[in-house]
T-cell receptor
Framework: QKEVEQNSGPLSVPEGAIASLNCTYS??????FFWYRQYSGKSPELIMS????GDKEDGRFTAQLNKASQYVSLLIRDSQPSDSATYLC????????FGAGTRLTVKP | GAVVSQHPSRVICKSGTSVKIECRSL??????MFWYRQFPKQSLMLMAT?????????EQGVEKDKFLINHASLTLSTLTVTSAHPEDSSFYIC????????????FGSGTRLTVV
């Protein structure tokens, strides 16, 4: 069983819609979680981090963490074509474990 | 803050030659850096963990004599691909733990290696 699992997608949403990206993790000792965005041919860049149960909002992005269910999600409101990328979920417990990524396409 | 600079961004080399990739933490000290390889449309694959002043720890299946890692200072780690072959062509990315849960790992911009 992979430590961090993501639906590989591709996930396709129309422009302006809400994109929902999901992630589950197996290590209950994970202290913090991260969402990275990776454009094709580029390195990952941090979008958000979350380490407390509940929601954390930053602009159009909302991260949600449910430690009891070992579940992390990222919501992207008002999706734009420029949001089309691969989104990596990661959990940290002394080292970082990455999911395989979910490819998101936002269609104009 | 927490910027990692990686050079070169692209390199083309002949089969059998060696290539060095540098990764520098610009505004923080990175006692540990990580080296990843990524093939097209595949996920990040951790190759090795680089610790300042000590030997790198390699993941299973990664040849340490082929991928030489040196972490001589708190701000510089290098990856040398020795005797490169076309199958080593890939996207190599370094990263470092920023020391905070807010920022996690920060990544270099990556190096696209093409071996011809």
């Amino acid at each position: 069983q992979k430590e961090v699992e993501q639906n590989s997608g591709p996930l396709s949403v129309p422009e302006g819609a809400i994109a929902s990206l999901n992630c589950t993790y197996s290590d209950r000792g994970s202290q913090s979680f991260f969402w990275y965005r990776q454009y094709s041919g580029k390195s990952p860049e941090l979008i958000m981090s979350i380490y407390s149960n509940g929601d954390k909002e930053d602009g159009r992005f909302t991260a949600q963490l449910n430690k009891a269910s070992q579940y992390v999600s990222l919501l992207i409101r008002d999706s734009q074509p420029s949001d089309s990328a691969t989104y990596l979920c990661a959990g940290y417990n002394n080292d970082m474990r990455f999911g395989a990524g979910t490819r998101l396409t936002v269609k104009p | 803050g927490a910027v990692v600079s990686q050079h070169p961004s692209r390199v083309i080399c002949k089969s059998g030659t060696s290539v060095k990739i540098e990764c520098r933490s610009l505004d923080f000290q990175a006692t540990t850096m990580f080296w990843y390889r990524q093939f097209p449309k595949q996920s990040l694959m951790l190759m090795a963990t680089s610790n300042e002043g000590s030997k790198a720890t390699y993941e299973q299946g990664v040849e340490k004599d082929k991928f030489l890692i040196n972490h001589a200072s708190l701000t510089l780690s290098t990856l040398t691909v020795t005797s490169a072959h076309p199958e080593d062509s890939s996207f190599y990315i370094c990263s470092a733990w920023t020391g905070t849960f807010n920022y996690g790992y920060t990544f270099g911009s990556g190096t696209r290696l093409t071996v011809v």
